[in-house]
C-alpha cells in the first residue's frame, strides 16, 4: 500500500481533532482509498505545553514551523492555526516547496483564497479548504463533484453557529441580546470578542468561498454591505413570531444574469421554511438550481470532529491526486466574470416595529400589537420610502427574505 | 481538450433529461471539468415514436442496442431503460466491452450491485449509480468522499416521494388512504400499480444500497422486514398529530458492534424532528455518524432533471477516470463483514389506536382521545406485549422511531 507523508501546522482543538480522526479511521481510509497516512511533523507554538492525547508513534512534535516545510518527504501540510498573517506565508511557501496544502482558514480564504487556488494550480500542487464553509456540512464537495451539472440560481446559508445560536436563545427563551450572548459565551459557542460572528463578518467571509463555488466568481468580503445581529432586539423577535417569521442571519447570493446580488444580515424567513427551523449552533444552507430545485444540507457547523472530518475528507481527496500524478487541478473550477450587487439596494418588505402604529399611509401586509409595541409586515417598499418608514420606527426595519423583486 | 464518447440507452423521461441536461450544461462541464461529452447513440425501443426534442447534431438514434455496445468509440454508457432483467445483461455486455457504466436502476441495483460493481472492478471499468438512491440528493457521493473518512451510525431516510406525499396528504389534509393514493396517481406521483412504492419495495431497495455505502454491507431486500403505508388510516395519522408526532415511511439501518439493525415501514417521529417536515414528494436522509453528529440531506427524490443530474456528476467523476487511466475503483469501496437483523423484533413504544381506551395495565406515555377513538403511546413493549396489546386494539400499531433499546 502506498504511503503519504503528512505534516501539521497547529495543534490546538481543530489540529488534534486531525490526529485523532486520523488514527482512529485508519483502517477505513486505507481499505476505501487504498493509502496509509503517516504523520511525520507537527509544528506547534509551544513545546512545553501539557497535551491529553499523545501523538502517534513516529510523529515528531516540533516549534520550527521550517522543520516541517523544510521535509521532503512530506507531501501534504495541513494547516490549522488559525491566523491570517503567518498562515499566508506558510502556505505560500508549503506550495512552493510543491506540498499540497489543506486549511480550515476562512478569514485567509476570504482575502487570499483565489490568489492561493492559482499558486497552486501553477504549482501543480493541491489546494483545498471544506472545512472553511459550515464546519462539517460538505457543501464545498457537493458544489464541486455533484452540482457541477447544473446551473444554480441561489445559495441561502445559515453559516454562524454563534448568532444561530444566540437568535435561537433570544426568540426561544426571550432572552435580550446581551444576555444571549453571554450565555453563548458561558457554553463555549461565543468567543470573548464575538465582533466576528455577530457583526456578519465571518458569515461575508463564507459567503464569498460559497459565491465562488456556486457562481464561479468570489466576492470581496470587503466590499459586501453586511449588518450583523448585534441591533436585533428580542422585541423584533417576539413581533417576527407572533407574525409568522423567524428572523435568521441569512447569507444569500443569488445570480441574476451577469450579476450576482448579495445580502448577509438578520432577515425574516416563513416559520415554515426549512431554514427556519434550523436552530442553535446548527448549519444549513439551501441551494436553488435548475435542475434539482430545491436541496438543503444541515448539520454542525464548527467544532473539533466535524472540521477534522472536512479537513480529512480534503486529505482523501489530493491523495487521490498525488497517486494518480493529477495535483494541481483547482478544487473549485468555474470561473465566470460576474458583476456584484447589494440586495439592500432593491425593493423589498420588511418588518417594521415601533411603540406605536406609525402614521403613515400604507398597505401593510399583516400586523400584530402587543401591550407595549406594535409591529407589521410592509408591501413591497424602495429603499427611499424604507428610509422614510425607518424614521417612523423605534427599531430598525428587517428585511422579509426573498421579498425583493428583482 | 479530450472527447469522451458516450452512448446512452432509452430516451424516456430520464433520458430524455440527461440529453437536455448535457446540452444545457456544456459550456460549464468543459470548463471544470475540461472534457467534451459526445452523445453518439442513443437505444431506443420504437424507432418511430414522435419526440418532441430534437437530438444534437451528431448523434445517432437506433432500435437495435447492440449498435451502442459494439461500438468501440463509446467508453462510457448511460443505461435509462428501467427494465431489470434486460438493464442487467445489457450492463454486464458494455462491462466486458471495457465501457464503464452508469445507471439509476435501484431495482437491479439491490439485487445484483455488489456482483456488477465486481464484475467493473476486474473489468477495470467504472460504474456508477448516485441517481438510484433519493434522485437528485448527492447522497451517495457525499457518504463515499466527505463522509468515508467518518464512522457512521445510523441512517435513516425518507426514500420515497410516492409514500410521503400519500402520508402528508392523509395527515394535512385528512384524506383516507385510497383517496390520497389517487390524488397522486392524478399528479402522476404514484405509478397506475403503486406497488413496489406504497409496500415498501422500492424503499427497502434503496435501504440496501445505502448501507452498502454507508456500513460497508449491502442488505438482502428480499430478507428485510418491510412494512408498507397501505395498511395506515387517517385515524392513525390524526392521533399521531394530536400526540405531537408524525408518521413517516422511514429507512432505517443502524450499526452497533458487528450487526446491522433495519427497519422499512410507518413509524412515528416527534413533530419537531427534522424528517418530520419533509412534506410531499421531497425526500431526506439524515446520517448519524461519529465525527459529524447529525447531517441532514433533503431534495427532490425523483423527476427527470434531478434524475439527470446525478447521472450527470457520476459521468464527471467516471470522466475524471477515463482521463487518469484510473478507472475500476469501485463508487463503493467500503466492505465489512456484518450480520442483519430486524428492528422489529427489538423492544420499542409504539401507537396504539383503538376505539376505546384497551382495558390492559400499562404505563401509557400519553393519551388522548376524540369523538370516536382512543389513542396512547406505550412504554418500551417487548415483541410478546405488543403482540397482545396489538389483539385490543383497532387498528396496527405503529413504532415509535428510534425508541427500540439495543
Redesign the interface.
Known amino acids: 500500500m502506498r504511503t503519504i507523508t503528512l505534516g501539521l501546522l497547529g495543534l490546538g482543538t481543530v489540529g488534534s481533532g486531525v490526529v485523532k480522526?486520523l488514527q482512529?479511521?485508519q483502517a477505513?481510509?486505507e481499505?476505501?482509498?487504498?493509502v496509509h497516512f503517516h504523520l511525520k511533523r507537527v509544528a506547534v507554538a509551544h513545546l512545553a505545553k501539557h497535551r491529553n492525547d499523545p501523538l502517534p508513534s513516529g510523529t515528531t512534535l516540533t516549534d520550527n514551523i521550517d522543520d516541517v516545510l523544510n521535509d521532503q518527504d512530506i507531501q501534504v501540510v495541513i494547516e490549522t492555526m488559525g491566523t491570517v498573517n503567518l498562515a499566508r506565508d506558510v502556505i505560500k511557501k508549503a506550495i512552493y516547496r510543491g506540498k499540497s496544502v489543506i486549511t480550515a482558514n476562512k478569514d485567509l480564504l476570504a482575502t487570499d483564497g483565489p490568489q492561493l487556488a492559482e499558486l497552486a494550480r501553477f504549482r501543480h500542487v493541491d489546494f483545498m479548504y471544506?472545512a472553511s464553509v459550515a464546519g462539517?456540512?460538505?457543501i464545498l464537495?457537493?458544489l464541486?463533484?455533484?452540482?457541477?451539472?447544473?446551473?444554480i440560481n441561489q445559495i441561502t446559508g445559515i453559516i454562524n453557529g454563534t448568532a444561530n445560536y444566540i437568535l435561537t436563545a433570544m426568540s426561544s427563551a426571550g432572552l435580550s441580546y446581551q444576555d444571549a450572548l453571554a450565555e453563548a459565551q458561558e457554553k463555549g459557542y461565543a468567543e470573548p470578542d464575538p465582533t466576528n460572528d455577530v457583526k456578519g463578518i465571518d458569515t461575508a467571509n463564507k459567503l464569498s468561498i460559497l459565491s465562488q463555488f456556486s457562481f464561479g466568481r468570489a466576492l470581496d468580503p470587503h466590499q459586501l454591505t453586511v449588518t450583523g445581529i448585534d441591533q436585533v432586539c428580542k422585541q423584533q423577535l417576539a413581533a417576527a413570531s407572533q407574525l409568522g417569521y423567524a428572523v435568521k442571519l441569512l447569507a444569500i447570493a443569488r445570480r441574476k444574469g451577469d450579476c450576482i446580488f448579495t445580502f448577509v444580515g438578520p432577515a425574516l424567513l416563513p416559520q415554515t421554511a426549512?431554514l427556519a427551523?434550523i436552530a442553535g449552533v446548527q448549519n444549513a444552507i439551501e441551494v436553488n438550481s435548475?435542475?434539482?430545485?430545491?436541496?438543503?444540507?444541515?448539520?454542525?457547523g464548527a467544532g473539533a470532529?466535524?472540521t477534522?472530518?472536512?479537513i480529512?475528507?480534503d486529505?482523501?481527496?489530493v491523495a487521490d491526486h498525488i497517486m494518480?500524478f493529477?495535483c494541481g487541478k483547482e478544487f473549485n473550477?468555474?470561473?465566470n466574470h460576474l458583476t456584484t450587487n447589494s440586495i439592500n439596494d432593491l425593493p423589498q418588505a420588511y418588518l417594521a416595529v415601533a411603540k406605536q402604529a406609525p402614521p403613515v399611509d400604507l398597505a401593510w401586509q399583516k400586523t400584530s400589537t402587543n401591550n407595549d409595541r406594535w409591529a407589521g409586515i410592509t408591501p413591497t417598499l424602495s429603499t427611499t420610502e424604507a428610509a422614510a418608514l425607518q424614521k417612523q420606527c423605534d427599531y430598525p426595519l428587517l428585511p422579509i427574505a426573498n421579498s425583493w423583486s428583482l
Open positions: 480522526l482512529a479511521q477505513k481510509l481499505q476505501t482509498a487504498q471544506e462539517g456540512i460538505p464537495r457537493v464541486s463533484n455533484s452540482l457541477v451539472t447544473d446551473q426549512q427551523q435548475n435542475a434539482l430545485g430545491t436541496t438543503v444540507y444541515t448539520g454542525p470532529e466535524p477534522a472530518n472536512s480529512l475528507s486529505l482523501v481527496a494518480n493529477d473550477g468555474y470561473h
